[in-house]
């Protein structure tokens, strides 16, 4: 395809040179398999030694498995491993990995060199079914045999954290002194700024540290005084906190902790199986987490304590710039390769996913034809909090019912949240009821198979028109693939800014303190992610045609239309009389 060429050989020369590449490029170009046939080639010539293809959700783990299908079906001769995590491979009621618990531990050591070796044999991918099959027939621990396949494959598709979170890491590859020729390819890499502020930052609870008092009192007046400490320092912080606070240091609170977990090990080694050792074990990885941060603390970390909603208070190390430290994990392996349709702007994620300076960047051309697609900005409507309420809900349903009457087919309207969707839900069944189209709403606790029925109802040949109202930043908004009349358009209604919130303002003080637009760092920049990440579910092939309704005034002023990226430099602007005109003459060309 128009684009992969240049792709491919920008991934070949930095895992040559043992570079890093940022590679943005619009849905359609073909990234999976730009990124993953020129790595696998630097395999197969020894230059490397294996491949670590990372996503954030399990759907973009699917789409490599099936790039290495096709390479396979090609002549590949190549070992894939797809690791899952150990709750959804765990066959007991409950996580207990112990001989007494678990029959499959029993013996596990005596049986799965047969098993991995019956793998390595006969199998050459490696997905969740198979390693269920194997473990049942050899009566072993699915998880731990694939880990135990792993040091064997030439490629693992797993999660982010297996490189990059302390507390799950893979130790066999990324242990303190290990490094190898390794090449990680982070897919959806946009997602990986939240997920490594999460990754290296921990948290813990007043509330947690008395509980744990109370439940050791009677049995351990040492473990009793050290938690008592703790909670001293947490009452002075309280008192000193009207909502949240930021400070300069967490010292004698940490060293408090040190022998708060002195004194758990202790205690823990010789209490038996039950309730009390679950909650303290539960506990005391808190508090081992908590220590590890306190060990990663610079620069890029602020402190803060804080009264949550539900009366609970708790102190923070939140790492706002997870840069260096993903960086401390990437320089285990050879290179690296970022890539997502939305990396824009990319001084901003390598800013926050990147710790050196002279990586690569790549801006991929789109394969599509610009008369694919109609791009409407709606000039007179607003998700600003001042503006809601029934007048604005009205216009905006306005615009939503003018795409409903102008073309039969399937669109999916994103909102910023699930009360403001279900408001303007309501208020478009008051002024034009579902006659026109069926309206089919995302709820908040949707389980997999509600999820996948929600999808199917997406279907190219639907006599109707069908509007399905989703959550931008959500389940639907990204990694889903409803190509050709499955989905027709999309309305996106607001500029997806993340809620006002403390952390969100803590962010916002730390750019602006560095001279940075700490609106854009908090706000603004992962707002317009969720904006171009919900707009890319429309054009997915070269067959597709749709429409991309952006409704908001604000997306008019030249701080949004400066984050458009380059396959939108076409667009109209027009209000709610006008709409329905440009939708008719598109759909007439």
């Known amino acids: 395809r128009e684009g992969q060429r240049e792709l491919v050989h920008g991934v070949y020369r930095t895992i040559l040179r043992e570079k890093q590449l940022f590679i943005q490029a619009?849905?359609?170009?073909?990234?999976?398999?730009?990124?993953?046939?020129?790595?696998?080639?630097?395999?197969?010539?020894?230059?490397?030694?294996?491949?670590?293809?990372?996503?954030?959700?399990?759907i973009t783990r699917t789409v490599a498995g099936e790039a290495f299908e096709i390479l396979k079906k090609h002549g590949l001769r190549w070992k894939s491993l797809l690791l899952t995590a150990k709750e959804k491979l765990c066959v007991c009621d409950?996580?207990?990995?112990?001989?007494?618990?678990?029959?499959?531990?029993?013996?596990?050591f005596d049986r799965v060199n047969d098993a991995v070796f019956e793998l390595l044999e006969k199998e050459e991918i490696y997905d969740r079914e198979m390693l269920l099959s194997y473990a049942e027939r050899y009566q072993v621990c699915p998880y731990e045999m694939s880990l135990d396949l792993a040091n064997w494959v030439d490629g693992v598709i797993c999660d982010y954290n297996y490189v990059f979170d302390p507390q799950v890491y893979l130790r066999r590859f990324f242990a303190e002194g290990i490094k190898g020729d390794y090449v990680f390819l982070i897919d959806e890499a946009h997602n990986l700024v939240e997920r490594g502020r999460e990754m290296y930052s921990a948290v813990l609870y007043k509330e947690d540290i008395l509980k744990i008092k109370k439940l050791v009192k009677p049995y351990r007046k040492k473990l009793e005084k050290a938690l008592e400490r703790c909670n001293r320092q947490m009452l002075e912080w309280k008192r000193e906190c009207e909502t949240y606070?930021?400070?300069?240091?967490?010292?004698?609170?940490?060293?408090?902790?040190?022998?708060?977990?002195?004194?758990?090990?202790?205690?823990?080694e010789e209490l038996e199986d039950g309730n009390l050792r679950k909650e303290l074990l539960d506990f005391y990885f808190e508090v081992r987490s908590f220590l590890y941060t306190c060990d990663l603390i610079d620069e890029n970390y602020v402190i803060y304590t804080q009264h949550d909603e539900d009366g609970r208070f708790r102190v923070k190390l939140f790492c706002v710039n997870p840069a260096q430290n993903l960086q401390n994990c990437m320089d285990k392996g050879r290179s690296t390769i970022f890539f997502s349709a939305t990396l824009l702007p990319v001084l901003y994620y390598r800013q926050l996913l990147s710790g050196r300076s002279d990586d690569y960047?790549?801006?991929?051309?789109?394969?599509?034809?610009?008369?694919?697609?109609?791009?409407i900005l709606g000039r007179d409507v607003s998700s600003r909090y001042t503006r809601r309420g029934p007048e604005e809900y009205g216009k905006i349903a306005e615009y939503i019912h003018a795409v409903a009457v102008s073309h039969t087919g399937n669109y999916m309207i994103f909102f910023p949240s699930y009360r403001m969707m279900e408001d303007i839900f309501e208020r478009y069944q008051e002024l034009y009821g579902t006659d026109e189209a069926e309206v089919l709403l995302q709820s908040s606790s949707m389980q997999e198979d509600e999820r996948e029925a929600f999808l199917e109802r997406f279907e190219s040949d639907s006599a109707g028109t069908l509007l399905g109202f989703c959550v931008m930043g959500g389940i639907f908004a990204e990694g889903i693939d409803l190509i050709g009349e499955r989905l027709v358009g999309a309305v996106i209604v607001g500029t997806g800014l993340p809620q006002v919130s403390y952390e969100r303002e803590?962010?916002?003080?730390?750019?602006?303190?560095?001279?940075?637009?700490?609106?854009?760092?908090?706000?603004?920049?992962?707002?317009?992610?969720?904006?171009?990440?919900?707009?890319?579910?429309?054009?997915?092939?070269?067959?597709?045609?749709?429409?991309?309704?952006?409704?908001?005034?604000?997306?008019?002023?030249?701080d949004?239309?400066?984050?458009?990226?380059?396959?939108?430099?076409?667009?109209?602007?027009?209000?709610r009389k006008g709409v329905g005109k440009i939708l008719k003459e598109f759909w007439e060309r």
């Open 560 to 575: 949004y239309k400066g984050l458009f990226p380059r396959e939108w430099e076409e667009y109209v602007v027009c209000d």
């Open 94 to 108: 409950s996580m207990e990995c112990n001989p007494a618990a678990c029959a499959r531990a029993k013996g596990h």
């Open 361 to 375: 960047a790549i801006y991929a051309q789109t394969p599509f034809a610009k008369e694919q697609k109609c791009l």
């Open 506 to 558: 803590i962010l916002k003080q730390f750019y602006d303190g560095k001279q940075e637009n700490g609106f854009d760092y908090a706000y603004r920049f992962p707002g317009m992610n969720k904006v171009l990440q919900s707009a890319g579910r429309v054009i997915r092939t070269r067959e597709d045609r749709g429409v991309i309704l952006l409704l908001d005034e604000r997306f008019c002023s030249p």
């Open 245 to 268: 606070r930021i400070l300069p240091a967490v010292g004698n609170f940490s060293l408090a902790l040190l022998s708060v977990m002195g004194e758990m090990e202790n205690y823990l």
């Open 26 to 58: 619009p849905t359609g170009v073909g990234k999976t398999m730009s990124c993953l046939y020129p790595a696998v080639r630097s395999v197969g010539e020894g230059i490397s030694e294996r491949i670590f293809y990372l996503t954030a959700k399990t």
